[in-house]
């Protein structure tokens, strides 16, 4: 008995000087002190051969050792977990970082945006309509009949399956849906991208990107109209840039005009971009039509209307001085990385 408790307190020496650093000798440990072949399990295994009268004590001072090495076993699997996290988990603050490419905005993106803020402030919200449009909201709707000619400068594709579908020329169609929800008065821009029938070349492309505008309610005038786009223009080009209207012809409006402003490449001396004219030619606008309104089940004799269209290309390429209209739809990153810092 003697002997076994000696034997016990020179393994508890042998297991305070022991320094377990690392998983290894920690399993180690495990196996030899623990484990099913164990010094503990043996060691109880001798209790038996304990005479009575020193059971109790025997194992007691059993009982002690066995928690004493089942705690230091827990204590060192502790700190040999902490160490293998400390050595995955760090991170060395030093290093440079790994480069993450940054998208841009795309630059038609941009100038829609800012064309969006401006109407915005004034009171107008944001209607989209569909790209597959039935020939009644792009065309009949608009006072657009079947044998106008003012279909021919608006050719466009068809869709096969029903030549009624086709894919629109003009944001002008959700107008037309808007108006048709009957909620008066009306104010909103409709953004998105219109298609032709066109050649392909630097100035013109078969797909590109407009702004309308449409207002409806009583008493609106012709002087709103103005003044609103006066806004426009000083908010989008600045306090000294010109404008000028110039009488035109749309089927949708009466009366209609074509809005200038002055040429800010050359002051309105007259260069190539405003073919020595020194006036730019930004809208199409007008006051709607009544017999847009009538089919649209708006009454024109209480209701009255502004309309007003802009291409977002052509103010893209004069702000960014892109000199082909192809650009924009090419994905080339050397061209759109150039925007990265625009907002
Ligand atoms: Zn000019």
Not at 25 to 39: H, P, Q, T, V
Not at 66 to 72: L, N, V
Not at 222 to 238: N, P
């Amino acid at each position: 008995m003697d002997q076994l408790i000696q034997q016990i307190e020179g393994y508890r020496q042998e297991i305070e000087q022991l320094q377990v650093q690392d998983p290894k000798a920690l399993e180690d440990y495990r196996i030899r002190f623990l484990g099913s072949k164990g010094i503990v399990k043996n060691l109880f295994g001798e209790l038996k051969n304990v005479p009575n009268e020193q059971k109790k004590n025997f194992g007691q001072v059993l009982n002690e050792f066995r928690q004493f090495a089942e705690s230091k076993y827990e204590e060192w699997k502790e700190s040999t977990n902490h160490q293998t996290q400390t050595v995955t988990d760090s991170i060395d603050l030093t290093l440079p970082g790994d480069p993450v490419p940054v998208g841009s905005r795309h630059p038609i993106s941009l100038m829609k945006g800012r064309i969006i803020s401006i109407f915005e402030r004034l009171g107008f919200s944001v209607a989209e309509g569909p790209e597959i449009e039935d020939d009644w909201h792009n065309f009949t709707a608009l006072n657009i009949l079947e044998d106008h000619p003012a279909r021919d400068m608006q050719d466009t594709f068809y869709i096969q399956q029903n030549p009624d579908w086709i894919l629109r020329t003009h944001t002008s169609n959700s107008q037309i849906r808007e108006m048709e929800k009957g909620k008066l008065p009306l104010r909103i821009i409709c953004p998105g991208r219109v298609y032709r029938n066109e050649t392909v070349s630097a100035r013109s492309h078969c797909f590109f990107h407009q702004v309308e505008g449409l207002y409806i309610d009583e008493h609106v005038s012709f002087a709103d109209l103005k003044q609103t786009l006066y806004f426009f223009v000083q908010e989008m080009y600045g306090n000294d840039v010109k404008v000028r209207f110039r009488p035109s012809y749309f089927p949708f409006t009466e009366p209609s005009a074509e809005m200038d402003i002055s040429c800010q490449l050359c002051g309105g001396k007259g260069c190539a971009v405003c073919k020595k004219t020194g006036w730019l030619e930004i809208l199409g606008c007008g006051m709607v039509h009544p017999k847009v309104l009538e089919n649209c089940k708006i009454d024109s004799n209480k209701y009255t209307g502004f309309a007003f269209g802009m291409g977002i290309e052509r103010p893209a390429l004069l702000k960014y001085g892109i000199n082909d209209i192809r650009l924009f739809s090419e994905n080339d990153v050397r061209f759109l990385r150039q925007f990265i810092s625009s907002i």
